[in-house]
């Protein structure tokens, strides 16, 4: 285990099996991983930072040297806020590693002492993105298995806000139509 702590920042909108499974491979290697979400992205997110925040604490309960945290500003910024020793990121495929080295590289340059660390998520991740999870689930498509089951669950309420209060017991309401009255199942 290296001495210290290294961030791993990222959008996590949302977080995938993959996220996850480079928060494992982080946890067995440094002191302390502290994850951090990106709080000014530019992007519009589909899930608040709150969100997004509860979501990945509920998901790295299990990994006790794992913290999850939020930032604004320069990455590199925060990093040394937190007396960071390493940023580390993933690299699934070559198409990241252009986008990466160039961050990386940026990153050097505006802080020389913090080293960026890649890993790489079990190959069966991929392929998975959050924004093709975004994609396939906004139009209706299977995510299983691509995010956590609390991920999944998040999502259809997120995409259908009726999902939420599917299980939930309705109330027998009597309904009147064309002078006859029919039962009707009304929420609750
Ligand atoms: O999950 P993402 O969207 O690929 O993560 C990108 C992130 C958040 C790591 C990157 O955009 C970032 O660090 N932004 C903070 C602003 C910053 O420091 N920019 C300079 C980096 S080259």
Redesign the pocket.
């Known amino acids: 285990m290296n001495k210290g702590i290294a961030i791993y920042?990222?959008?996590?909108d949302p977080p995938t099996n993959g996220h996850l499974d480079l928060m494992e491979r982080g946890a067995k290697i440094f002191e302390e991983l502290v994850v951090a979400i990106?709080r000014n992205?530019e992007k519009s997110p589909m899930f608040s930072v709150a969100e997004r925040l509860e979501m990945l604490r509920a998901l790295t309960g299990h990994l006790k040297n794992v913290r999850i945290d939020t930032f604004d500003?320069?990455?590199?910024e925060y990093a040394k806020s937190m007396q960071a020793v390493c940023i580390l990121r993933g690299i699934r495929a070559i198409s990241d590693y252009e986008y990466e080295l160039q961050?990386a590289l940026?990153?050097r340059k505006l802080e020389p002492t913090l080293e960026t660390v890649f890993m790489m998520p079990a190959d069966k991740y991929s392929y998975v993105s959050s924004r093709l999870v975004r994609e396939v689930a906004q139009a209706g498509g299977p995510v299983k298995g691509l995010v956590p089951e609390i991920v999944e669950q998040k999502l259809r309420e997120k995409i259908d806000p009726a999902y939420k209060f599917r299980d939930e017991p309705r109330e027998i309401v009597p309904e009147i139509i064309g002078g006859r009255e029919k039962k009707r199942k009304k929420r609750a």
């Open positions: 920042p990222g959008s996590f990106l992205s500003g320069l990455m590199v961050m940026m990153n």
